[in-house]
């Protein structure tokens, strides 16, 4: 897949802006707080239908202006799709096609993306939080119905930890909580299962990477929960039989204390966990293998390439992970932003200047 063109009127620091891109690489270069990155976020808002820098999207829209509108069109092997999103105080509001999009899980599948930047390289060396993201980004594009499984754990768990820390003291509670943990534990599994099924096909792509860029070393990935299982009813029969055994635990924090909101993944370069000894240089490397490697799922599991963003990361690697960056660029739609293009190959397909808000 491939986006055609993309429009942006009053977003961020751009009045409005047109750009028509090419297949393969294209390059936007700019100095600094030139709007080179906000670009590449619209693009990431209509593939995944929030931006990857902010929660409020009210920051979206340009200073002094109400609303922002975000629009492109994305051309795929067997038909065209047009995306626009108009933003507000009030929220969003999403067409596709031309059609109003009721919910948010109807973007999925129709523009994928694959995001690269300084902030990705979180997902080796910071919190936990970082890496159910990179996951729950990635499966919700290949599937709504993890898209919607996820939407729905999030609002039971919300629902139960309000249960447990303002009514806690209710006679019922135990009979009230017993109801939501069986919603819960059902949906936690849903996640749970099919996390393992993504890192299972994702390990070993990147592994291929890395041992690629690092020539020797081997790069393992383990999902780790507090629960087990083979299949989601085991799962969700483990998870439920966890809530039993921490409900006094759950009733005293005032929240749930297990589940796939908890979980996380465990990143090993030669039988060491990279998130505690990793040095710097390899942290990066393991973080460009596991994103880069997506590529290739994508392909596998929609038969459409998705677009590869790629934003300010040249100055962060060397020369060697820089090459094998670029390479990964044949083939796929790539949108890379700096300050200046100076890999001698591949030659851009298009390259474009962004300066104060504007695109040349």
């Known amino acids: 897949m491939k986006i055609s063109s993309l429009y942006v009127r009053n977003y961020r620091n751009y009045t409005s802006a047109f750009v028509e891109f090419g297949d393969g690489l294209n390059v936007l270069e700019g100095p600094n707080a030139s709007g080179k990155t906000n ?3 619209a693009v990431y808002l209509l593939g995944v239908g929030k931006s990857a820098r902010t929660s409020q999207e009210k920051e979206l829209v340009r200073i002094g202006e109400e609303k922002a509108y975000v629009k492109a069109v994305i051309q ?3 038909r065209r799709h047009t995306i626009e999103m108009q933003i507000e105080q009030g929220g969003k509001k999403i067409l596709i096609d031309g059609i109003p999009a009721l919910r948010a899980a109807q973007l999925v599948g129709i523009l994928n993306v694959v995001l690269f930047s300084p902030d990705e390289m979180k997902i080796v060396k910071e919190s936990p939080a970082e890496r159910r993201k990179f996951m729950d980004i990635g499966i919700s594009q ?3 119905q993890y898209f919607r499984t996820l939407v729905r754990y999030n609002k039971i768990l919300k629902q139960k930890n309000k249960l447990l820390k303002e009514d806690v003291k209710n006679p ?3 009979g009230m909580l017993d109801v939501w943990d069986m919603q819960l534990a059902e949906a936690s599994a849903r996640l749970i299962y099919m996390r393992k099924a993504f890192l299972k096909e994702l390990e070993p792509v990147a592994a291929g990477l890395h041992a690629e860029i690092t020539g020797k070393e081997v790069l393992r990935l383990w999902y780790e929960s507090d ?3 083979e299949s989601i009813r085991e799962i969700t029969a483990n998870q439920l039989e966890r809530y039993r055994s921490d409900r ?5 924090a005032g929240y749930t204390q297990s589940g796939a909101h908890r979980d996380d993944v465990l990143i090993e370069i030669n039988g060491n966990d990279a998130r505690k000894i990793a040095s710097q240089g390899q942290q990066r490397t393991a973080a460009l293998s596991i994103i880069l490697a997506q590529l290739d799922i994508f392909k596998k599991q929609t038969g ?8 300010d990361v040249l100055s962060e690697l060397d020369e060697a992970r820089c090459r094998k960056l670029i390479e990964k660029t044949q083939g796929v739609q790539t949108l890379l932003t700096c300050t200046e293009y100076t890999v001698k190959n591949p030659i851009p397909k298009k390259t474009f200047r962004i300066e104060n808000g504007s695109v040349k």
Request: hydrophobic content about 30%.
């Open 76 to 78: 795929k092997k067997f």
């Open 172 to 174: 019922d509670i135990d």
């Open 227 to 229: 629960v087990d299982g």
């Open 39 to 41: 670009i590449l976020e």
């Open 304 to 311: 459409e390439t998705p677009v590869l963003l790629l934003d």
């Open 142 to 144: 290949q599937s709504g």
């Open 248 to 252: 006094e635990k759950e009733k005293e």
